[in-house]
T-cell receptor, first 113, second 115 residues
């Protein structure tokens, strides 16, 4: 049981480049989330999804886009990378029903130079 | 609205001594609270959760936390620290609204364990 898998683990981008951070989960969870973690801070919510075909913005969505075509996958897209997007990105998922905890992937460390 | 304050950014202990990581919360509703641990270059792993059942919650690896409503606290403790406990710990308050779970994270406490 792999849980939540994120790829790549590390990436360096140049300003203005685009890329997609991949996230997949094998637990059949309805809810999925993308966070960013900046040094010395807690996690901030970028986007979330309550099921296939349904997504919505979190606290810090500017500069990002998401899609949810299947239950398993929830990719995060950066269209025009900026230095302010240098961060560690975490994907999480949880089952529906009640206030169950979220399960996190190991993160993608992204540097934009 | 919900908020979380972790009172210490760093805590240093010796191996074999007790651990106390402090967390205070604010919530408009009856909260659910979690403690997560993050080891270097890893994701967040759930240590324990409080969801309005028993106020003393036992988690993995010998950790436990006590929910004190009168003090709005949810401190994490462990009787005897192990070297492998060195990590970042996050206290998290959760609000559930029409199925959407909003997590509010504290800024983290780094636990250092010396031999």
């Amino acid at each position: 049981n792999a849980g939540v898998t994120q790829t790549p683990k590390f990436r360096i981008l140049k300003i203005g480049q685009s890329m997609t951070l991949q996230c997949t989960q094998d637990m059949n969870h309805n809810y999925m989330y993308w966070y960013r973690q900046d040094p010395g801070m807690g996690l901030k919510l970028i986007y979330y999804s309550v099921g296939a075909g349904i997504t919505d913005k979190g606290e810090v969505p500017n500069g990002y886009n998401v899609s949810r075509s299947t239950t398993e996958d929830f990719p995060l897209r950066l269209e025009l990378a900026a230095p302010s997007q240098t961060s560690v990105y975490f994907c999480a998922s949880r089952p529906g029903g009640g206030n169950q905890p979220q399960h996190f992937g190991d993160g993608t460390r992204l540097s934009i130079l | 609205a919900q908020s979380v304050t972790q009172l210490d950014s760093h805590v240093s202990v010796s191996e074999g001594t007790p651990v106390l990581l402090r967390c205070n919360y604010s919530s408009s509703y009856s909260p659910s609270l979690f403690w997560y641990v993050q080891h270097p270059n890893k994701g967040l792993q759930l240590l324990l959760k409080y969801t309005s059942a028993a106020t003393l919650v036992k988690g993995i690896n010998g950790f436990e936390a006590e929910f004190k409503k009168s003090e709005t606290s949810f401190h994490l403790t462990k009787p005897s620290a192990h070297m492998s406990d060195a990590a970042e710990y996050f206290c998290v308050v959760s609000a559930l609204n029409t199925g959407f779970q909003k997590l509010v994270f504290g800024t983290g406490t780094r636990l250092l364990v010396s031999p």
